[in-house]
């Protein structure tokens, strides 16, 4: 159980059965009275964001989250299907659930899912991945004003500015927590 005390951000807790994980905290003690708490609160299922204030005394229960290292199979119409090498159990999670990780899911990658009653809710890829440039338009000479960089799209669909250098066919590296272009990779 945890008390008005323990909160901080970056806390998960149960609240009306489902996992939040507080966002945003405030401490505040008025001359009088009780201290008060202010946390900004995010659904760990939903998404929804809320405000909620406590007074000191109030406890709460801490959200059973477990970690698992899963393997990316393939995409079918229930989402995407993951596999757990131990067990090999496999679950699906929505795209809603994967938002933009999606684009950065290659065949047979290790990834690490966020569970909740046996219910994947979260994602967490390994921080760079190489993926091969599908469509990046053709330099022109004398094209400096945009800083050199350039709009290209990655054989996931993403799309991502890149050095005017990049052509299609190239593999690139990409930070899969910015979303941004890193380096270009040799074969």
Avoid at 11 to 19: E, G, N, V
Avoid at 25 to 43: E, H, M, T, V, W
Wanted: aromatic residues 10%; charged residues 25%.
């Amino acid at each position: 159980m945890y008390t008005c005390s323990d909160l901080k951000k970056g806390l998960k807790l149960l609240i009306d059965d489902q996992p939040h994980v507080i966002v945003e905290f405030d401490f505040s003690k008025p001359g009088k009275g009780q201290a008060l708490y202010r946390c900004k609160l995010r659904n760990m299922i939903s998404g929804a964001q809320f405000d909620r204030t406590y007074r000191s005394g109030e406890s709460f229960h801490p959200a059973s989250l477990e970690e698992r290292d899963m393997q990316y199979l393939y995409k079918d119409e229930t989402g995407y299907v993951f596999m757990d090498n131990q067990s090999y159990e496999q679950i699906s999670l929505s795209e809603e659930a994967l938002g933009d990780n999606q684009y950065f899911l290659i065949d047979n990658m290790m990834v690490k899912i966020l569970m909740f009653d046996e219910q994947g809710i979260d994602i967490t890829l390994p921080n760079f991945v190489e993926l091969e440039v599908s469509q990046a338009d053709p330099w022109v000479k004398g094209d400096t004003a945009a800083g050199n960089n350039k709009p290209a799209t990655v054989i996931t669909g993403y799309n991502l500015q890149v050095p005017s250098f990049v052509e299609t066919g190239d593999i690139i590296r990409i930070d899969t927590r910015t979303g941004e272009y890193v380096t270009r990779v040799k074969e």
